[in-house]
């Protein structure tokens, strides 16, 4: 079966320091992966996707970025955070193709806490 | 611009007792409809889903929804609810008038009494 993991699950970092979170998935391959952003009292906020190594689509301008070097992990990093980078961050993956049963199904991980302080 | 909108931020109710959480999206074409709930400091977890066929869809834990397509609503219920069931809930869309993107509710929250 497919796993997603997602760490770290708790981070608090000052302002202007860098950020680097990681997000693994098994059991599938070249699937679709994505970061979602949920802020304090506000619904999901989709900040990059990708739909294989490399390729990388930003929804949203921001400070944030997206790499995947490889097949299953996708990273969201930062140079410099700000305070309005906090929030809940998680990570998800879809199947590609497969049909309507599998292919629009988004399965998320276990999310992290970024506090930026 | 294509959104969905859950009408109730907090639904409060007592235990045992029927709810109902309330969900309209915009769009006039075909779409996936999604359900999924997150526990307090966890992620999300899928609920239910309505990818075609019969317009009532059961799902975990008890909760069921009905797609109305006239209406294009998309209500999650369930008959009798537990103090386990306090969470937040989450109405998603799916489509290509969407871009193919998960497109979330802003979410309401579940508030069990005893």
């Known amino acids: ?13 000052p302002v202007g320091s860098p950020l680097s ?3 693994t ?8 992966l994505y970061w979602y952003r ?7 906020q989709l900040l990059f996707y990708s739909v294989g190594i490399g390729q990388i689509s930003s929804e949203v301008p921001q400070n944030l970025s997206a790499s995947r070097p490889q097949d299953r992990q996708f ?6 955070l700000l305070l309005s980078d906090s929030g809940f961050y998680l990570c998800a993956w879809s199947q590609v193709g497969g049909g309507k049963s599998s292919g629009n199904t988004i399965y998320f991980g276990e999310g992290s806490w970024l506090t930026v302080v | 611009a294509q959104s969905v909108t859950q009408l109730d931020s907090q639904v409060p109710v007592f235990e045992e007792a029927p709810v109902e959480l309330r969900c309209n999206y915009s ?6 409809l999604f359900w999924y709930v997150q526990y307090p400091n966890q992620g999300l977890q899928l609920l239910l889903k309505y990818l075609s066929g019969s317009t009532l869809v059961k ?4 909760f069921e929804a009905e797609f109305n397509k006239s209406q294009t609503s998309f209500h999650l219920r369930k008959p009798s609810v537990h103090i386990s069931d306090t969470a937040e809930y989450f109405c998603a869309v799916r489509g290509s008038q969407y871009g193919n993107k ?3 509710g802003a979410g309401t929250i579940l508030r069990v009494k005893s």
């Open chain 1, 25 to 32: 998935v098994e059991g599938t391959s070249n699937p679709n």
């Open chain 1, 21 to 23: 979170l990681e997000c």
């Open chain 2, 27 to 32: 769009s006039s074409v075909s779409v996936y």
């Open chain 1, 38 to 44: 949920q802020a304090a009292g506000r619904g999901l």
């Open chain 1, 1 to 13: 079966s497919q796993t997603i993991h997602q760490w770290p699950a708790t981070l608090v970092q």
């Open chain 2, 102 to 104: 998960l497109v979330f």
């Open chain 1, 75 to 80: 990273i969201l990093s930062s140079k410099k």
């Open chain 2, 59 to 62: 799902g975990i834990n008890g």
